[in-house]
């Protein structure tokens, strides 16, 4: 029998702090850029502080993800599209290990008879 795979919950600031690092910046960068205080994106980041929604739209454009990304269930997953598509324009610019993962989508998508 195959052990279900369990992904853990986060919550938004937990969100917002994985992406804020994952693209190189401090609370004070991200701050900066959003025109909102380092301590606003520190309380957000630890829960403290609900973001308002020009807030979270603002966090979103500088980290440069869909805001639903910020908001994704543990059962849905978002492809970071935008990003995705200024990257990789052409399939030729498409590295080995993406080309094979976005084949596989593409063949689930077929079985699952999804195109029809």
Request: net charge positive; glycine share 4%.
């Amino acid at each position: 029998m195959k052990k279900s795979v369990k992904f853990p919950e986060h919550h938004l600031g937990e969100r917002l702090k994985f992406l804020r690092n994952s693209r190189g910046l401090s609370q004070v960068e991200l701050a900066k850029s959003t025109k909102l205080s380092q301590s606003t994106i520190a309380q957000i980041e630890t829960g403290r502080k609900d973001a308002s929604i020009s807030s979270i739209k603002a966090i979103a454009d500088v980290l440069d993800v869909d805001v639903a990304s910020l908001f994704a269930a543990e059962d849905v997953f978002v492809f970071d599209l935008k990003r995705l598509r200024r990257k990789y324009n052409h399939r030729d610019k498409l590295t080995p290990h993406l080309y094979m993962a976005l084949g596989k989508v593409v063949q689930f998508a077929r079985d699952i008879k999804f195109t029809e």
